[in-house]
């Protein structure tokens, strides 16, 4: 049986839009280095509070599951926009290969800042959004920033930490680093399986596994060479975030180490009172896309609360 045309099934974009309240566009943005394809998703019939700009995690794209933290933070009167990462989606490049991640953030900042700075949102409160490795890059978009350019930064499983077991081995990335140009596309990394401690829900595991876009090969090399650069620069860096922030995270995350969410609890210059972690218990790694819809609705609900309440004071 073929996977429906939508995420939500057979309805028509425009019709499923309307009956959640929010109006959908696409277009795309022609950076220095790439077209990457941008979308939004802005409120019906209510002011604008804030806009608050999104990344996804690694294989995905916008234009599946990941609509559901877009589509939600719509509705709740935020004026949304995300971008397909280079290399996923209907973005310029190799599916699945980042090969600069600095290069991929300045790719999408480019659109997001244009955004943010525009006549019709520049004297709102503007906050970043990063989902997975999609945070990993929302962390070097805020850096590349100028320091007034952002409210606040919200994270939902970000990749600050790896698991040990998942860690790419040192002798592969050496030994692909000396072929560096020919390896560095190569999909031959070893594969996590995308169900292990990632999606609770089956049902949900299938339904992003239908994604005619997501990327299913195994990881290229310049990938997880770059996720561990950045991780690691990171772990070195959290004192520079000095902006509010919310993270989320399940406690039997099986691709990330909560610890790392922690390590930046801890080392952020952010005001105590403006720093949120939240770390649910039992959950996996794919927080609004992967858990049962009760766990679903309690993650939402703490990050409604947070936003709603921070742009009373930034």
């Given amino acids: 049986m073929p996977p429906p045309p939508f995420f939500w099934g057979e309805t028509p974009e425009d019709e499923y839009y309307k009956s959640q309240n929010v109006r959908n566009s696409k277009s795309y943005h022609q950076t220095p280095n790439a077209k990457i394809f941008t979308q939004s998703w802005l409120p019906l019939n209510q002011p604008i509070k804030a806009t608050v700009f999104m990344t996804h995690g690694y294989t995905q794209d916008t234009s599946w599951c990941f609509q559901e933290i877009c589509i939600a933070y719509a509705k709740w009167g935020y004026a949304v926009f995300a971008a397909d990462l280079i290399g996923h989606g209907r973005s310029d490049g190799l599916p699945g290969y980042i090969g ?51 409210s606040g930064l919200i994270f939902l499983s970000p990749v600050f930490v790896i698991p040990k077991a ?18 560095d596309t190569w999909a031959v990394m070893p594969e996590y399986r995308m169900g ?31 996720i561990m650069r950045v991780t690691n620069y990171l772990q070195k860096n959290f004192e520079k975030v000095k902006v509010p922030f919310f993270m989320a995270q399940g406690t039997l995350d099986g691709l990330v180490c909560h610890s790392g969410s922690e390590m930046l609890f801890e080392k952020a210059e952010t005001a105590k009172a403006y720093k ?8 996996y790694h794919s927080l609004i896309n992967g858990e049962p819809d009760e766990a679903v609705d309690l993650v939402l609900g703490d990050m409604k609360v947070w936003i709603d309440d921070i742009i009373q004071v930034v």
Wanted: charged share 25%; hydrophobic share 45%.
């Fill in 196 to 226: 292990v401690k990632v999606v609770r829900d089956i049902e949900k595991l299938k339904l992003l596994i239908a994604n005619p876009k997501r990327y299913a090969g195994k990881p290229r090399v310049g990938t997880m060479r770059e």
């Fill in 276 to 283: 949120c972690l939240k770390l649910y218990e039992g959950m």
């Fill in 166 to 183: 998942i860690i790419p081995s040192k002798l592969h990335l050496m030994m692909y680093g000396l072929l560096y140009g020919l390896a």
């Fill in 100 to 150: 600069n991640m600095d290069e991929a953030a300045a790719n999408s900042l480019s659109y997001f800042v244009g955004v943010r700075r525009s006549e019709e949102y520049r004297t709102l409160p503007a906050f970043l959004l990063g989902e997975s490795m999609g945070a990993l890059i929302t962390v070097l978009m805020y850096f590349q920033s100028d320091p007034d350019t952002w």
